[in-house]
């Protein structure tokens, strides 16, 4: 029973890695930042003319060799936080990334408590 | 320990729905008007009538400079025109006008009619300056000091109560 | 003439709502164990009623009766008949018709189709209904009339969004408020089953027809949305998790746990608190999700026109409906000891739950965070599709898992889990995944996660599909549609490929493995709109197949609108999809071409879904 819930935790673990490590791709930079002058959508898919600007920023900014978190710090301290789709990691986002997982540790801790219970009756 | 969670499943309900009942009155639209306090760094212009460029060097002698982004294809600016002219006879301010995505003949003849209250003239024609300003829009102006901190920005054509409030910081 | 009718109908059904919650109320007290024929009368009568009520103003829509404000504003007399139609529900005031009419023949249908239950618990039922009913009646009265006046009546209509006029659009709302509308009836047969200590198994079957109907539904409204906006919206995407899109979402996952735990009240007899908390989750978030839609707090692709006066309206309604519920859960809530055994069903009955209340929990947290940094801190930020993506789809991943060895296991004790047919299928989800990336050289991690564990799902459904005795085939297509669902998703996700450039007319252009060549353009004139439509021609230089794709630029007369279809060309292997848009102050049109593989799988999948909801629907009906 512990063995599989090792094998659980460290296979959800290499997931949440997997995700986190894509390669730096300016479509999926793009579908990262909002169109300040559209109603909810990416610069990947609008047609303003910001759009276009931004996209024209972007790729220059990869080409002077910026990493993708410094692009993003670059243009949240021009246009605000609200340009960024994924919210940035700080205290104030804190809750928002950390109590999904905290919710999911808890559901388990509930589940093996209600077996454990049953488990001591038999 | 039933009488704890009773507590604060109410609580934090109450919490919701107050906040949904504060939102109500609140814009779902943004804007980037309190984005003050940064500084502006690396100004690197062209002039829109020379080969030259301009840096922060030009502007770090001024008290206050209000850099203004435009175009002759765009109406707000016209509308908003007068009030630079305005301004541009205080002498506590300098006007850095920023011509956006624009053709030089169609520029030119735009001040010819209107009038130049620029003390500067840059050109900005494929819009990438713009970003460095934090500009999404035209017309946008912002009012920086000497040290290029941002004091004011403002979105859409300036109007008397920003022109107002423009008076007012570089009174002091 | 229809507006004096339409309004002396909904005055009507106020009046009869009244009614029924008055003799309802009284009997409750008589002593025999059946409801009184004028329950029953009167109830007959709401339900005609308010269907005519909604029969007139799909009249008035239909003769362009301006006179109507909501005709006005949403309609034009140059519109085809059918979108005439479906514009009575495509508006604020229409759908919230559409809502009592829901409201309504739950109501009725429920009452009939449960003679078997105690008589307390269908009335208690009944009021409660009744209750919600009058909520909205009221709020079409006094906000949001469809069948308010304006004198002299207008020539002519503001026009429809041209967005809206799409068959996909027409059925979506209807299907959806089955869906979480429908929700409501298990909400008041909830607090029924509480007030009248109603709850054992019986009531797990008195509510599951109506819980297999509100997710079946659910389910293909939330199908048709996102087809509508595949086709529609241009981008090519079809969930971005924006927040009108989540507030369909959230009482679906509410559902899906409630539909799971419904089966171990059933069969063990126990879960019956927490069944009753998703039963009333359900529905508030129905309620929510339709007030965070029309208040205008959000900034939305999809939002209505916005009015904060309807959002005061809903947020007390929804208040009022929290309150009550959480304070009859609390005080009739009696602590049952849980017995779970382990590696038996109930126990993944209860990690279905678990995970369902983590998607929960993650899509409301990201829906409603920028609400509450913005009213609290007054710093606005967004949450979009990396939040979401990034933390729900590892979690996906051993969900898939728990999916495919759940429904093996036995009620009662499970001996051991069979480990080696488990280990064969995971070795062939492995190869097979293999042989994917293999031959189509991708290397992302998470889409190899992805692919194994829903291939894991696929291979054991398929393998449950053979077994002879005691197998629930609904159940086997559901679970598989879902296990290919997240395969085909994750297979179009990863192997996409999207090419953005510009050109002009005449131009050709080679990028990668794929030519296109601008021919020409072509103007049209059709009836409410002026189109220029390219056409684009597309060489896949790998698979050497050429196609002639056109995108449109669309200019609308009523409102003045400007729009971009896709052309979008599909089969059973992937979809050609391709957007042109011009650029200002140039000759350039600037192309966006992107090739979806599977497209279509995806939808497939969806529908088999949801059919899996209907086929044990109709199972559990004719047992019952």
Same mark, same amino acid.
Request: charged share 15%; hydrophobic share 50%.
């Given at each position: 029973m512990k063995i599989k819930l090792l094998c659980l935790v460290i296979f959800f673990n290499f997931s949440v890695y997997a995700t986190s490590n894509e390669i730096l791709n300016e479509s999926q930079i793009h579908k990262n930042l909002r169109c300040l002058v559209c109603q909810g959508q990416s610069i990947a898919d609008s047609n303003s003319d910001f759009a276009q600007t931004l996209k024209m920023v972007v790729k220059d900014l990869i080409k002077q060799g910026k990493t993708e978190d410094e692009i993003y710090n670059f243009l949240s301290e021009k246009y605000g936080d609200w340009i960024l789709y994924k919210p940035k990691f700080n205290y104030e986002n804190f809750l928002l990334w950390s109590f999904p997982y905290l919710v999911l540790v808890f559901g388990g801790f509930i589940i093996v408590f209600l077996i454990k219970r049953r488990q001591k009756k038999t | 320990m039933q009488k704890t969670i009773k507590l604060i499943t109410v609580s934090l309900l109450v919490f919701i729905l107050g906040i949904f009942y504060l939102s109500l009155n609140r814009s779902s639209n943004y804007d980037t008007k309190f984005l003050v306090g940064n500084k502006l760094t690396d100004i690197e212009l062209k002039s829109l009538q020379s080969k030259e460029f301009f840096t922060n060097d030009d502007f770090k002698n001024n008290k206050y400079t209000l850099i203004n982004f435009w175009a002759s294809w765009c109406a707000p600016c016209r509308v908003e025109h007068p009030y630079l002219m305005m301004l541009s006879k205080n002498k506590d301010i300098k006007i850095l006008g920023i011509n956006f995505k624009d053709k030089k003949i169609n520029a030119l003849k735009f001040l010819e009619e209107l009038g130049n209250p620029y003390d500067y003239l840059a050109k900005d024609n494929n819009g990438k300056q713009s970003v460095n300003f934090g500009i999404y829009g035209i #017309?946008?102006?912002?009012?920086?000091?000497?040290?290029?901190?941002?004091?004011?920005?403002?979105?859409? #054509?300036?109007?008397?109560?920003?022109?107002?409030?423009?008076?007012?910081i570089i009174k002091s | 003439m229809l507006s004096n009718t339409g309004n002396f109908l909904l005055s009507l059904n106020i009046f009869l709502s009244a009614l029924i919650i008055y003799y309802s109320y009284n009997n409750l007290k008589t002593s025999d164990n059946l409801i009184s024929k004028k329950v029953f009368k009167i109830s007959i009568l709401q339900s005609t009623s308010i269907l005519i009520c909604f029969f007139t103003l799909v009249s008035a829509f239909l003769v362009s009766d301006f006179s109507l404000i909501t005709v006005y504003q949403n309609s034009h007399s140059l519109k085809p008949i059918f979108y005439k139609i479906s514009g009575t529900w495509g508006n604020h005031e229409g759908s919230l018709l559409l809502w009592v009419i829901i409201l309504t023949l739950f109501s009725f249908l429920f009452l009939i189709y449960n003679r078997k239950h105690p008589k307390n618990y269908r009335l208690y039922t009944l009021i409660i209904q009744n209750f919600l009913i009058l909520g909205f009646l009221f709020f079409i009265l006094l906000n949001s009339n469809p069948f308010s006046f304006i004198s002299p009546p207008p020539s002519e209509g503001l026009g429809l969004n041209p967005i809206l006029q799409d068959p996909a659009l027409a059925i979506h709302p209807?299907?959806?408020?089955? %869906? *979480?509308? %429908?929700? !409501?009836?298990?909400?008041? &047969? &909830?607090?029924? =089953? @509480?007030?009248?200590?109603?709850?054992? /198994?019986?009531?797990? /079957? !008195?509510? /599951? !027809?109506?819980?297999?109907? =509100?997710?079946?539904?659910?389910?293909?409204?939330?199908?048709?949305g996102s087809i509508w906006a595949y086709y529609e919206l241009g981008w090519g995407g079809f969930w971005f998790w924006d927040p009108v899109e989540n507030a369909s979402l959230l009482p679906w996952f509410a559902m899906t746990a409630l539909l799971h735990s419904l089966l171990v009240l059933e069969k063990r007899n126990t879960l019956y608190f927490w069944s009753i908390i998703l039963c009333l989750l359900t529905f508030v978030l129905s309620v929510m999700g339709t007030f965070l839609v029309r208040s205008g707090i959000l900034n939305s692709v999809h939002t209505f026109a916005n009015d904060p006066t309807r959002g005061i309206y809903i947020l007390v309604f929804l208040s009022l409906m929290i309150l009550a519920s959480v304070y009859i859960l609390f005080s009739k809530y009696k602590p049952a000891s849980i017995e779970i055994n382990s590696n038996s069903k109930e126990t993944f009955v209860l990690v279905n739950n678990w995970f369902m209340m983590f998607y929960l929990i993650t899509v409301l947290l990201g829906t409603l965070y920028p609400i509450f940094t913005d009213a609290i801190s007054n710093n606005k930020i967004s949450v979009g599709?990396?939040?979401y993506n990034s933390v729900i789809i590892p979690v996906v991943v051993i969900f898939l898992f728990f999916m495919a060895i759940g429904p093996n296991a036995k009620w009662i004790k499970n001996k051991f889990i069979d480990l080696k047919i488990y280990l064969l299928i995971t070795l062939a989800a492995i190869f097979f995944n293999f042989i994917i990336f293999f031959f189509f050289k991708s290397y992302s991690i998470i889409s190899n996660l992805i692919v194994i564990s829903s291939l894991f799902l696929i291979l054991s459904s398929i393998i449950d599909l053979f077994k002879k005795k005691n197998f629930n085939f609904p159940r086997v297509i559901s679970h598989l549609s879902f296990g290919f669902l997240i395969l085909f998703i994750g297979l179009n996700h990863n192997f996409s490929i999207e090419k953005d450039f510009n050109l002009k007319i005449g131009e050709t252009k080679q990028i990668d493995n794929f030519k296109f060549h601008l021919k020409d353009l072509k103007l049209v004139q059709d009836t409410n709109y002026k189109a220029v439509i390219g056409s684009l021609k597309v060489n896949d230089l790998l698979t050497k197949e050429e196609r002639v794709l056109k995108p449109e630029i669309r200019i609308y007369d009523n409102p003045q609108t400007l729009t971009y279809e896709a052309s979008i060309q599909t089969n059973f292997i992937r979809d050609y999809y391709l957007t042109m848009s011009n650029i200002d102050r140039s000759d350039y049109y600037n192309i966006k071409f992107q090739k979806k593989p599977l497209m279509i799988?995806?939808?497939?999948?969806? &529908? @088999?879904? !949801?059919? %899996? %909801?209907?086929? =044990?629907? *109709?199972?559990?009906? /004719?047992?019952?």
């Open positions: - | #017309p946008e102006s912002i009012l920086i000091d000497n040290k290029f901190n941002i004091l004011k920005k403002i979105i859409g #054509p300036l109007n008397e109560k920003d022109i107002k409030e423009i008076k007012e | 209807p299907l959806l408020y089955v %869906g *979480f509308v %429908g929700s !409501s009836i298990y909400f008041s &047969a &909830a607090i029924a =089953s @509480m007030i009248t200590n109603y709850s054992d /198994k019986s009531f797990a /079957k !008195s509510i /599951k !027809s109506w819980v297999l109907i =509100s997710w079946s539904f659910q389910t293909l409204g939330i199908l048709v599709p990396p939040f799988w995806i939808w497939i999948s969806v &529908a @088999m879904l !949801s059919l %899996g %909801g209907f086929l =044990s629907l *109709f199972r559990h009906a /004719k047992n019952n």
